[in-house]
């Protein structure tokens, strides 16, 4: 099967990377958000950063005007019905995805793949919201997608060697590296890092250091480029909620269990980098 236009649902940090990366790559995309609002935001990060890439002579300004020309806005999951691949990268809710992967069973022709960016919910599960479980799979990008090499490649209980094989060849002519790992509550990559992440929350809620201090150990310790407050922020206080909460009750080890403190800062909307303030304070 020829891919040539990717669909992307969700218009968020993740979502638009990868948006800009398939587009980077040659690919036409079709970007799906429940609003124009939503898409507007998505367009303008996606400028931001190329823009960033033309500063650094990276790439030229006709490259970021062929990008974005390549990147259709939708508000309507029909839109992907022509669509030759379909990555999914909305919020880490299992029931907004397991009925986003009913949808798009229906809309999309049966021998199209669905790929979930979920950083920790079972492939298996969203797979069975579905009638094409062995065309269903893992593509876990990192944030940020456009910087960050990695996707972790995840199969479902059923998924086929076909489909892997396809979505390796795919991840790769986007200039990205795919590792494999198992569909177990936060694969590899969050079952590690966030752990670290809670951890180092702990650290604070129990006043071992400052947000600064905390930070600057560990990057001068473990060689991180952020702390793990900061990364915190980076993804999104909610989004390391969900993602904790998953992996604890798939485990139900209480290393998993969030720490006070983050649920305190979700409950006040204090989300990191996207509402303007988390663990630090950004204008």
Do not use: W
């Not at 036409?28 to 190329?50: K, P, T």
């Not at 029909?78 to 030759?84: E, F, I, M, T, V």
């Not at 790929?115 to 069975?128: F, G, K, Q, R, Y």
């Amino acid at each position: 099967m020829q891919i040539k236009k990717i669909g992307v649902v969700g218009g968020g940090i993740m979502g638009s990377g990868i948006a800009q990366v398939a587009s980077s790559a040659g690919y036409d995309v079709v970007l799906n958000d429940i609003e124009d609002r939503f898409l507007d935001r998505a367009f303008a990060s996606i400028s931001d950063s190329l823009e960033r890439m033309v500063k650094k002579e990276k790439i030229t300004p006709d490259d970021k005007k062929n990008i974005i020309g390549r990147i259709n806005r939708s508000t309507s999951l029909d839109d992907l019905s022509d669509a030759d691949f379909v990555v999914e990268a909305v919020i880490e809710d299992k029931a907004l995805k397991n009925d986003i992967f009913r949808r798009l069973d229906s809309i999309c022709r049966k021998e199209i793949i669905l790929a979930s960016n979920t950083s920790s919910i079972s492939i298996t599960s969203l797979a069975a919201a579905t009638s094409r479980q062995d065309k269903v799979i893992g593509m876990h990008f990192i944030n940020p997608v456009p910087v960050m090499k990695l996707i972790e490649i995840i199969k479902g209980l059923d998924t086929s060697d076909e489909t892997t094989d396809t979505v390796f060849e795919l991840s790769r002519k986007m200039g990205k590296v795919p590792v494999m790992a198992e569909d177990f509550p936060g694969f590899v990559s969050n079952r590690v890092l966030q752990v670290m992440i809670n951890e180092g929350i702990y650290c604070l809620y129990e006043g071992v250091g400052t947000r600064e201090a905390i930070d600057d150990i560990m990057k001068m310790c473990a060689n991180h480029p952020m702390g793990p407050l900061e990364l915190a922020d980076l993804i999104g206080l909610d989004t390391v909620l969900n993602v904790l909460n998953v992996i604890y009750e798939g485990y139900g080890n209480p290393k998993y269990y969030p720490c006070p403190l983050l649920k305190k800062y979700v409950e006040a909307g204090f989300l990191g980098r996207k509402t303007g303030r988390g663990f630090y304070e950004y204008k």
